[in-house]
């Protein structure tokens, strides 16, 4: 990068599960982890939202700390950079804040080190960090992404013909990943597994065909989290038995919570905000939409070779 030229990188938030879709389905949402870079003497990242002032400024930054290891791990050392960072992901909601700063750290190692990867060698990547390729793969595709992660291998469909409106439902307190994993089974049974995939396929069928309705009955049947997780999001019960009274076709917990997302069908959004504002006073309802591009990078970058 050649001193004055900027590089942005604007990723997408994401929801995980959709109900029964776990650690597999991802939708991409229209919130924005932004950063603008600029070539410097040493790392420094200025956060231009108060949520991110409690993370470090330097290389100890967890966006900057996955670029150096994802270019180390292509033999790239990368010319340290001045970073502005934003963000409206709130952050250990469930709204797939850490996979979009992996792949904005993903991205910035590619732009910086031009490592020329493939958006599949960064979903290869970005699954391995995050563990699981549902919310990666929604920040890096855009649109729902149908993923599945075996191993070292990784693969995956998006569709992007699909549009949804939801009502992310947030509380004030966060949940981080690893305690709401922490109440889930270590096993099921072979008769709960195969419901539970039965479930989970109907769910994407549905989603495709467009029938709402049916899709909306499967995220309520989960067996995979949800009935595990209600124990500490005890408003997914309250939604599951209000938003549908309130025109809502769908509810299900977003990612590892505590977010709930009630999906509605277009012109209904305010009637059910409207609803159910009285019975969760404390909650931010926020109105979202699909993202449809993915992470994207701009701007003029010439490498150091
Ligand atoms: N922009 C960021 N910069 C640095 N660290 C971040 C950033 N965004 C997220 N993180 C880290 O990720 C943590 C949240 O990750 P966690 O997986 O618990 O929740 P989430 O990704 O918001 O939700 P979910 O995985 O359920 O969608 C934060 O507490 C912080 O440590
Ligand atoms: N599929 C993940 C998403 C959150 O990272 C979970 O539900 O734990």
Known sequence: MNEGEMLFI??????????PGFDSIGLALNLYLTLEV?????????????????????ERNFIVKTAIEVAESFQTILSPCEIKVASNIPLARGLGSSASAIVAGIELADQVGDLRLTKQEKFEIASK???????????????????????????????????????AVIPEEELLTKSSRGVLPSTLSFGEAVSAGAISNLLVA???????????????????????RKELVPHLQILEEQAYE???????????????????????????IEGL?????EMCFLPLEIDKEGSLCT???????
């Not at 604007?10 to 109900?19: E, F, H, I, M, R």
């Not at 070539?39 to 330097?58: H, N, Y």
Request: proline residues 7%; hydrophobic residues 40%.
């Open 10 to 19: 604007k990723v997408p938030a994401s929801t995980a599960n959709l109900g």
């Open 38 to 58: 600029v070539r410097s003497d040493c790392w420094e990242v200025i956060p231009l939202t108060d949520e991110l002032k409690e993370f470090p400024q330097d």
């Open 129 to 167: 960090m995050e563990g699981h390729p549902d919310n990666v793969g929604a920040s890096l595709f855009g649109g729902l992404v149908i993923g599945c992660q075996l191993g070292e291998e990784v693969d995956a469909e998006t569709i992007h013909s699909i549009d949804l409106e939801v009502l």
């Open 206 to 228: 549905a989603l495709l065909s467009g029938n709402l309705e049916l899709a909306g009955k499967m995220m309520k049947k989960d067996k995979y989290h949800q009935p595990y």
């Open 246 to 272: 309130l025109g809502a076709y769908g509810v299900a917990l977003s990612g590892a919570g505590p977010t709930v997302l009630c999906f509605v069908r277009p012109g209904e959004m305010n009637a059910l």
């Open 277 to 281: 504002t009285p019975l969760l006073p």
């Open 299 to 305: 701007g003029a970058i010439v490498t150091d070779a």
